[in-house]
């Protein structure tokens, strides 16, 4: 007798009479080379019809449960039960099993928010405000891209739609001056994607690579996955110490900020820009220039970028995150001729290509002079925000505090005179138990120098009267924990009941 379980309605019959025969099997109840009931007798003992029935049989006979044979009723042909393997075994097998890239991956530190509950004020950097975002111009432009005649939809070129890089081509030279030939140009899925096929194509287990001290995170993390060893070279107001660089010799590769140092916020001097290559051509290794930020930039113009004073050295980095979404995962890079084949062939295996449609989409923002206009607009806002902010913290905090990296980009960053480097994990996480996100900035050194507690503030997520009401909050908890005018060290007091809203 078949043991039909009732399920939900949303499961239909064939299904539930395959899994009830399916669990029977492997629990033994049948055992190979017994006879399951005829379609015909088990349609008529659990009140179906016979098709039904012979459906479910079909299911388990592609599977390689059941078999059949002319004049005889199916019977078990595989019970498909795992053979016993106890814990330890499983986790070896599993030990056994993880690439030398996957261990280096996991023993990363990730300090990242995603999946956790949205704060009410969360001044993480990265995030764009949703209310920016052009949803009437990205809705017609991808609505267009859809309607757009194709005989058939097919694998694109790794390298990007043409249609996008030829509207790149002529963005990257108004924007930032940048000549280039329509080959040089990949489109990839985010900076993230640019920076980890830099590490595929160009670094080897064992390399040095240079990079940035504080550097970002999710750079220097591809590099210590593929099997680099990283070389920290210092960063102060102006960019990178270029008299700190290692002696030339077995580096493959060097990650530089170099118009908006992140976090920092320093540009690297023109003298500085010099040596840097200089040091290259010695070296013979590229330059990453991660140009991650470029289009915000409040007191002069942009600050041209390394790219053209490369030589043919530097891989030059861009991306619509800050301006359009980090959710598009839309970036470029532009690439020196030898490296082309290389990447496209890295691409291609790593993921075919990114989103046509997509791209398709920004290709004809750009070519209309909606994204550059969306640009501007952007800019107005974030200099508002920007300006909001600075003047909301002075407010709050007076000399208690000392703001950095404020002249361009999307973040600043604050340090704590009165709060050790020691506390600043735990004075995060008492903001965050009030909803409150602020973001050290210590876990970007790989030697911090600084005895102040230090945290990253990003403001573009959030309208000017949010911004006031966030670091309202962030300074009530500033006083709580005994903030404003003597030093915070030792244990911090533990919340017993929310603080008592205090005007700034």
Known sequence: MVQYKEGSRRTGATRRIYHSLLTQIEAGVYGVGDALPSSRALAEELGVSRTTV??????????????????????????GRPSQVNQHDRSAI?????????????????????????????????????ADFPKASWRKALNTAFLIHRDRLGYDDPAGSRSLREALQGYVWRSRGISCDLDQIMVVNGSQQALDLCARVLVNPGDRVVVEDPCYAMAKN???AVGADTVAVPCGAHGMDTTKLPEAGDIAVAYVTPSHQFPLGGVLPAAHRQALMEWAASAN???????????????????????????G???????VSKTLSPTLRLGYIVLPHPLVDAFIHCKRIADRHTSTFEQEALAALIETGAYERHVRRMRRLNAERRAAFLALMTRAFADDI???????????????????????????????????????VTRLFSSPTDERAGYIFGY??????????????????????GGSGRTITGSLPIWRAPIRTKKV
């Open 54 to 79: 012979t459906a479910a049989f079909d299911q388990l006979i592609s599977e390689g449960y059941v078999r059949v044979q002319q004049g005889r009723k199916a019977s078990v042909a595989s019970a």
């Open 94 to 130: 599993a030990a056994r099993q993880l690439s030398a890239y996957a261990t280096r991956a996991m023993a990363l530190p990730s300090n990242s928010t995603a999946g956790r509950q949205p704060l009410k004020f969360d001044f993480r950097y990265g995030d764009v405000a949703a």
């Open 222 to 224: 591809v590099m210590l």
């Open 285 to 311: 290794a590229y330059v990453i220039e991660d140009d991650y930020d470029s289009e915000y930039r409040y007191d002069v113009g942009p600050i041209p970028t390394l790219y053209l004073s490369g030589h």
């Open 313 to 319: 050295r530097v891989i030059y980095v861009g991306t």
């Open 402 to 440: 000392e703001i950095v990296g404020t002249t361009a980009g999307l973040h600043v960053v604050v340090w704590f005179n009165t709060i050790c480097s020691r506390d600043e994990e735990r004075f995060s996480e008492a903001a965050r138990s009030h909803d409150i996100g602020i973001y050290p």
């Open 460 to 481: 573009a997520s959030m309208s000017v009267d949010q911004l006031a009401k966030g670091v309202e909050e962030l300074h009530c908890v500033y006083l709580d924990l």
